[in-house]
């Protein structure tokens, strides 16, 4: 696809909504304080990547660093494209870093639970630091939640008889710096790439994520920008 055929820019709330419950698996957008980039293929919305302030406020405490210093890479919701999903972060990196000066680091995790090692990232060239402790998760009404989302969409109802708790799984960790002197800090922490993983999800991807055919998706950027 030619470079000028893709185009990456602001994107409204109720067109990365759309993009997260339609060709995401977790089906929501967080509800925490978000950045929301739109990707658009011959002015056709395709979906959307969101940065937040992650599950937790101490996401970047570990490297030194206050909460408006660092975010987390929190959705990336695409349907069919022609892009490569790492070019497409790295042009949205290059958007955050430029509108927001203070940040030095982003963090972004890849689930293996869902099929996922976190290839986009190896191949964007993020630092792999390890795993994350698992968590707590949710299981109401047949769907299986995030500690933090479950909490945040149903408060005060993780002891509710309707609700089970289950062991979340442990998470592979990415790091991408946005300075020189970021990346040499964290450098250490580097270990090698974990291997990919049998596509568990394989048989249920292609309901997570609808292709051209759905038409309820946002059409061109007058309607998702």
């Known amino acids: 696809m030619a470079k000028a055929d893709l185009r990456i820019d602001w994107a409204t709330h109720a067109a990365a909504k759309y993009a997260c419950e339609n060709w995401h698996y977790s089906g929501c957008i967080p509800k925490s304080k978000i950045v929301k980039f739109g990707i658009w293929e011959s002015n056709l919305y395709k979906g959307a990547i969101v940065y937040g302030v992650g599950a937790t406020s101490n996401l970047v405490k570990t490297y030194g660093l206050g909460q408006n210093e660092g975010c ?19 042009i949205s990196l290059m958007l955050l870093k430029k509108n927001f000066r203070g940040l030095r680091l982003v963090v972004s995790f890849a689930d293996p639970e869902q ?45 509710h008889p309707d ?60 309607n998702a920008g």
């Open 163 to 222: 609700v089970q708790t289950v062991k979340g799984s442990s998470k592979h960790r990415y790091l991408m710096p946005l300075d020189a002197a970021m990346r040499a800090q964290i450098q250490p922490l580097s270990k090698p790439y974990p291997k990919r993983v049998k596509q568990a999800m394989a048989g249920v991807q292609p309901e997570q994520r609808r292709g051209s055919t759905d038409p309820h998706a946002p059409k061109d950027k007058a």
């Open 115 to 159: 099929g996922h090692h976190g290839g986009v990232y190896q191949a964007s060239g993020w630092l792999f630091s390890g795993n994350s402790m698992a968590s707590n998760e949710y299981i109401y009404k047949g769907k299986r939640w995030q500690g933090r989302s479950f909490r945040n969409s149903f408060k005060g109802m993780e002891n």
């Open 72 to 90: 987390e890479l929190v959705r990336i919701a695409l349907k069919d494209h022609d892009a490569e999903v790492s070019r497409i972060i790295a």
